[in-house]
């Protein structure tokens, strides 16, 4: 079973499209996270939501917009794609711990990743 | 600039050799994960060390982390070939969820 999963693992598109992206994971966190990967392999976070309640929102472009449905998936939807948003996207999803104001980060676990390629 | 940076970039050894790598932030942190990235792959957690802790041992793996300098180590020993991936460090910051990424290192063993 695998534990975080993306779709679609490879995108293509052009400039201008609209594209989805999907995670889910089925290991009963709490938390989600989008990362993006760049053609140097700087990892740099995106978003993070807990609960479905958005609480990182690392000033990303809001072409960029991330939907929870419920704990267990978390989605991104790229408007008007440009060339600069070539890259890998990956999910993660660690537990919760910690109390109201204070988290304490956990061990997360990626899914496999997305190459997104915009032409 | 970024929380994380990693030394070296880069790194080449013979199997059955030891790998050190380091990592350097610069604000408050719970605590310091390492994690390992093969090429075309997601990341897999390998270690977690807490920021009142100063060693941890896993298997081939030790790291280790100075709150005071603000830097951590992790030292693979006996290297093999399936050790070859990227490596990088993270830091979760005091409070949040959010994690910060270091450039990682690239380590090739070779056979």
């Known amino acids: 079973d695998t534990a975080v999963s993306q779709t679609p693992k490879y995108l293509v598109t052009q400039m201008g499209n609209d594209k989805s992206i999907k995670c889910e994971q089925n290991?009963?966190?709490?938390?989600m996270y989008w990362y993006k990967q760049d053609s140097k392999k700087f990892l740099k976070i995106m978003f993070s939501?807990?609960?479905?309640?958005?609480?990182i929102n690392e000033t990303v472009p809001n072409r960029f917009s991330p939907k929870s449905p419920d704990k267990a998936h978390l989605n991104l939807h790229i408007n008007s794609l440009e060339l600069g948003d070539s890259a890998v996207y990956f999910c993660a999803s660690s537990r919760f711990t910690g109390t109201s104001g204070r988290a304490l980060g956990n061990e997360q676990f990626f899914g496999p990743g997305t190459r997104l390629t915009v032409l | 600039s970024q929380q994380g940076e990693e030394d070296p970039q880069a790194l080449s050894i013979q199997e059955g050799e030891n790998a050190t790598m380091n990592c350097s932030y610069k604000t408050s942190i719970n605590n310091l994960q390492w994690y390992r990235q093969n090429s075309g792959r997601g990341l897999v957690h390998l270690i977690l060390i807490r920021s009142n802790e100063r060693e941890k041992h896993s298997g081939r793996l030790r790291v280790t982390l100075d709150t005071s300098k603000k830097s951590s180590s992790l030292l693979i020993t006996a290297s093999r070939a399936a050790d070859t991936a990227s490596y990088f460090c993270a830091t979760a910051l005091s409070g949040t969820y959010k994690y910060i990424f270091g450039t990682g290192t690239r380590l090739k063993v070779l056979a």
């Open positions: 939501y807990n609960n479905k309640e958005l609480i």
């Open positions: 290991l009963g966190h709490d938390t």
